[in-house]
């Protein structure tokens, strides 16, 4: 059974910073490349960073220069430092696999900006 579970979330005034953590049981985390994706009321969920296999890492302009997308095979997790958080940033954040062929998602960390 695969589970995601995203943690970290929270209200944060813009210009601030978050860590979310996401712990994958279920499936060969470190087989995997893995992505944070988000998504807004109204908009499709989208990914804004990914990581592959080889730690390579790639980022939605959006978020270049703020977010870094990290993993941790041996602990089966996968993060995101958000520095210099916008109003624009706000949304639920999900990890998955990517690409997301199977699916797989938890039940997301809400992520509000705001003054």
């Known amino acids: 059974q695969v589970q995601l579970v995203e943690s970290g979330g929270g209200l944060v005034q813009p210009g601030g910073s978050l860590r979310l953590s996401c712990v994958v049981s279920g499936f060969i985390f470190s087989d995997n490349h893995m992505g944070w994706y988000r998504q807004a009321p109204g908009n499709r969920r989208e990914c804004i960073a990914r990581?592959?296999?080889?730690?390579?890492?790639h980022y939605a302009d959006s978020v270049k220069g703020r977010f870094t997308i990290s993993r941790d095979n041996a602990k089966n997790s996968v993060y995101l430092q958000m520095n210099d958080l916008k109003p624009g940033d706000t949304a639920r954040y999900y990890c998955?696999?990517?690409?997301?062929?199977?699916?797989?998602w938890g039940q997301g960390t809400q992520v509000t900006v705001s003054s």
């Open positions: 990581i592959f296999r080889s730690n390579s890492t």
């Open positions: 998955s696999t990517y690409p997301n062929d199977f699916n797989w």
